[in-house]
């Protein structure tokens, strides 16, 4: 073999298995620090308002009811801004992302890897997601967490801290672009990267809420872990009742 091919071979050897290895660290750090509870005791037990994290397997939004006596949401997101124009929704969905992920990647088939380039290594701007329901269920992908009026109102804060405004103070709207009939999208704030991701996002508003969230993940299975996770509390009920019940089943029964 030429040494310069040789050579050759060795570098890319050497750079796939450096880019194996931090994709490794990577996954691992993520698993490792979703792990750690932030706010894993609710300091205000109030529970005013119910709201939602929502995934679709891959990207977390925040769910909370379109209107309150808190905020109206489509003062700042109005209904008209949706192909459908249907003011009949109930609940508001709230995502932030990159910008080319979001309105060049519906779907993973048409993922280019410039985008996905520009999005882990911040070179590309970010957008807010917005999407309308009718109802909300809870399912796998879909957990109720109830809060207080001013944990509310600080997660009200966090969300409209994300969006871009014009000079009249409204959100920049991205026309043109919806993944159906009761969504759009907005210009945001920060940059998209592969530390600060959209889950990162989602996770944050939850702790700038007093919510229970992670200490830092880049994946929608680090947030879902700490509301599916069994605390002490939960075990130990848990056992109490099975003593309960083997006590009752081994108990001899009255004769009536």
């Not at 040789?6 to 050897?13: F, N, S």
């Not at 931090?22 to 005791?41: D, H, K, T």
């Not at 804060?157 to 026309?175: H, L, T, V």
């Not at 919510?211 to 939960?234: E, H, L, M």
């Amino acid at each position: 073999m030429h040494p310069g091919v040789k050579t050759a071979l060795k570098i890319t050897g050497y750079t796939l298995g450096s880019l194996v290895a931090v994709a490794g660290l990577y996954v691992a750090s993520s698993f490792a620090l979703s792990r750690i509870p932030v706010n894993a005791q609710d300091q205000d037990p109030a529970e005013d308002v119910d709201i939602y994290i929502l995934s679709n397997g891959v990207h977390t939004d925040i769910v909370t009811p379109v209107r309150t006596r808190y905020i109206d949401w489509t003062t700042l997101v109005p209904f008209d801004n949706t192909p459908a124009r249907d003011a009949s929704a109930q609940y508001v969905g709230f995502g932030w992302g990159d910008k080319g992920f979001y309105l060049d990647t519906p779907t993973w088939a048409e993922l280019k890897a410039s985008t996905a380039f520009k999005a882990m290594f911040h070179l590309s701007s970010s957008a807010m997601h917005v999407t309308f329901h009718q109802t909300m269920r809870e399912s796998e992908s879909c957990v109720r967490i109830r809060i207080s009026q001013e944990e509310y109102q600080r997660l009200i804060a966090y969300i409209k801290a994300s969006f871009d405004y014009d000079a009249q103070g409204r959100p920049f709207y991205i026309q043109g672009h919806s993944y159906g009939q009761h969504d759009s999208f907005y210009e945001a704030q920060r940059t998209y990267s592969f530390l600060y991701t959209c889950n990162t996002w989602a996770n944050n508003g939850l702790k700038a809420s007093g919510q229970k969230a992670c200490f830092w993940t880049a994946f929608d299975s680090g947030i879902f872990y700490q509301y599916r996770r069994k605390g002490p509390n939960v075990v130990r009920n848990a056992a109490k009742s099975v003593v309960r019940q083997g006590y009752a089943a081994a108990r001899p029964k009255r004769s009536r």
